[in-house]
């Protein structure tokens, strides 16, 4: 699978290579806070969330002065009267001298729907797997759609009525998911749907968490820890109570298309700039490493051998049972 990579994704992953030691780090390295239980983390960023599990990685880009951006995904489940939902946050990183106005002109379009298809193995509840979107996707279907979004990116850019930022945006989602890549047919299978677009700067952008949210906050799963975060995109789906379908979502893999083009003067680009990240959370917990490694943990819970396939477990010992099985097999 490796030996397909392209010359892009290969400078991709060395520009990653260079800060964070995976391609797709979690709460061991961002230094997440433990929960009362001490066997799960629980990352609260601010008052956008609480999360046991976050990943981190960095958007690629042969740009160097959109260098250091990164992708973040928090995962929950959380009960409420409507039910149980699996629930999906994802912020910006920003380094703090990076400045992104609206002279940049920049979309993040998430495809929800591709998720459900993709691991980076065989085994898509493993909370350790790690990859690259060729990885999941393979590397003709990753330059299939970053090819398209660039072409279409400087179609609209280009025409005389130039649209705002967000409508480019807001295009820029429905035509990737009207189209068809032939390169991703084995991926797209009938759910090339659920795709979402947010405009990254312009008018109606999200702003990053202030100094003020950041104080409050227990967790700021981003390196280096003086880079920004914004909250760009939540998403939530139903939640079954099936112990495989919590760890099947907590561990799933979202691409994630990032755009930049010219928007004005003081741009940050001149070419567009196009890539695909895929982000999952990371497991496995801080929390459960500590009580692994000061020797507290009860090796003989026997949790694993109570878990019948297919059973119904309440949710929170779920993420605990999970926690212990990753502890055990990494
Ligand atoms: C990455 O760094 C973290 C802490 O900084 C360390 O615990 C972890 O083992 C490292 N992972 C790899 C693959 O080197
Ligand atoms: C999960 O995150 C959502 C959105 O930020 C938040 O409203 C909810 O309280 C969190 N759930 C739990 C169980 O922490
Ligand atoms: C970022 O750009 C804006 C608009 O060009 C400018 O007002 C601001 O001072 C810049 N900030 C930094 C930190 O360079
Ligand atoms: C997949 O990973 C889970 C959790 O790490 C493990 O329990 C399961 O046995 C693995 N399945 C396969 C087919 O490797
Ligand atoms: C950028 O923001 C300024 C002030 O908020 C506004 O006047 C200008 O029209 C915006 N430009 C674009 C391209 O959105
Ligand atoms: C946010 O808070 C962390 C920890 O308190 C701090 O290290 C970091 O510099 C802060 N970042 C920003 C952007 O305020």
């Known amino acids: 699978m490796r030996t397909t990579v392209t010359v892009a994704a290969l400078a991709a992953a060395a520009a990653q290579a260079q800060d964070l030691n995976q391609t797709i780090v979690g709460c061991v390295e961002v230094e997440c806070p433990a929960a009362a239980d001490n066997v799960n983390d629980n990352c609260a960023i601010a008052d956008t969330g609480s999360f ?29 009267s409507s039910g149980r939902a699996f629930h999906s946050s994802f912020y910006l990183g920003t380094p703090p001298d990076l400045n992104l106005t609206n002279s940049t002109g920049a979309c993040a ?25 060729a990885d999941a ?31 480019a945006c807001a295009r820029l989602q429905k035509d990737l998911e009207d189209g068809r890549d032939d390169a991703c047919a084995s991926i797209s299978g009938g759910d090339w749907n659920n795709f979402v677009g947010v405009d990254l700067t312009g008018e109606g952008a999200p702003q990053p968490l202030s100094q003020q949210q950041n104080a409050s906050s227990t967790c700021w799963p981003v390196i280096p820890k003086q880079d920004e975060l914004t909250l760009i995109s939540e998403y939530q789906t139903p939640g079954s109570d099936l112990i495989e379908d919590a760890e099947r979502a907590q561990w799933a893999v979202t691409p994630v298309l990032t755009v930049f083009y010219s928007a004005g003067d003081g741009s940050l680009v001149t ?26 943990a009860d090796p003989d819970s026997g949790a ?3 878990l019948p396939s297919g059973s119904w477990i309440p949710i929170a010992f779920a993420a605990t049972l999970a926690t212990i099985i990753v502890s055990y097999v990494s």
């Open 52 to 80: 046991p599990s976050i990943g981190l990685t960095r958007v690629p880009t042969g740009n160097s002065a959109l260098s250091g951006l990164s992708w973040v995904k928090g995962f929950n489940i959380t009960d409420s």
């Open 109 to 133: 379009v998430f495809l929800h729907g591709a998720s459900g298809s993709l691991s980076f193995g065989q085994n898509e509840t493993s909370a350790t797997a790690q990859g690259t979107c």
């Open 137 to 167: 996707m393979g590397s003709s279907c990753v330059d299939a759609l970053v090819s398209r979004a660039r072409t279409l990116v400087e179609g609209y850019a280009g025409e005389d009525d130039r649209p705002s930022i967000s409508d």
């Open 271 to 296: 070419d567009v700039d196009a890539s695909l990240s895929c982000i999952k959370t990371m497991g496995p917990a801080r929390a459960s490493l500590d009580t692994i490694n000061d020797g507290s």
């Open 304 to 306: 694993t051998a109570l």
